[in-house]
């Protein structure tokens, strides 16, 4: 089971990290991703990570301002994102990745909302 936390409101421009904890599995034996699914939309990549950190990949939107990363050792995976903009309003998900880089398993856990307000 995946559970995304740190999300919030927050002003544009501003920032927040969002953390991903696993029960049952072992995160660094997966590539592992961020999606986001707005009010009245389909769930988008937000950004992906192989299983040793070593490779990303990030959706145009999010491009940098967003970094993706994680700590197999705390069994645990991160986006800090910074540059807020009202469009990333969302609830953030975290999923294991079956195909590199954007398709995911469909066991989404339980996602945080992300409010950015202009």
């Known amino acids: 089971q995946l559970q995304a936390s740190g999300g919030g409101l927050v002003q544009a421009g501003g920032s927040l990290r969002l953390s991903c904890a696993a029960s049952g599995r072992t995160l660094g034996d997966y590539n592992m991703g961020w999606f986001r699914q707005s009010p009245g939309k389909g769930r988008d990549f937000v950004a992906a990570?192989?299983?040793?950190?070593?490779?990303?990949d990030y959706s145009d939107s999010v491009r940098g301002r967003f970094t993706i990363s994680r700590a197999n050792a705390k069994n645990m995976m991160y986006l800090q994102m910074n540059g807020l903009k009202p469009e990333d309003t969302a609830i953030y998900y975290c999923?294991?990745?079956?195909?590199?880089?954007?398709?995911?398993?469909?066991?989404w856990g339980q996602g945080t909302q992300v409010t950015v307000s202009s």
């Open positions: 990570i192989n299983w040793s950190g070593a490779t990303t």
């Open positions: 999923a294991v990745l079956r195909n590199w880089p954007r398709d995911a398993f469909g066991s």
